[in-house]
């Protein structure tokens, strides 16, 4: 169970609003990015209060179910957090790096 639920949760015309698939932002830039931010703050302290440093998106819709519904506009702002830099996937994160030593070896050693 998670207390730390926003006031608004508990209205039903501005939730439907907020679990309502993202629209174009150039029809409403403002209802777009308040709408946006709500949800990166909402996922940002769940997490932190859940100690969560791991989720996929369906377990993080999971976590949001409200009266049997999952939000649907949760994809565009995980990919926005990607975006960003906040949030990196599984792919990223196992991506081998290279450091600098590591590059300058590499040039000056392996090319002509």
Not at 5 to 26: G, I, K
Not at 28 to 43: A, G, Q, R, T, V
Not at 77 to 105: A, C, G, Y
Request: hydrophobic share 35%; net charge positive; charged share 35%.
């Amino acid at each position: 169970e998670w207390p730390e639920r926003p006031e608004c949760w508990s209205d039903d015309v501005r939730m439907n609003a907020l679990f309502a698939p993202f629209r174009n932002r150039d029809l409403n830039p403002l209802h777009y990015d308040n709408k946006m931010k709500f949800w990166k703050e909402l996922i940002y302290s769940y997490c932190k209060s859940k100690q969560i440093i791991q989720f996929d998106q369906k377990q993080i819709e999971r976590c949001f179910i409200r009266k049997k519904i999952k939000p649907k506009c949760l994809e565009s702002v995980l990919d926005e957090l990607i975006k960003e830099k906040i949030l990196s996937t599984r792919d990223e994160l196992l991506r081998p790096r290279t450091n600098l030593i590591q590059t300058t070896f590499n040039k000056l050693i392996w090319s002509p």
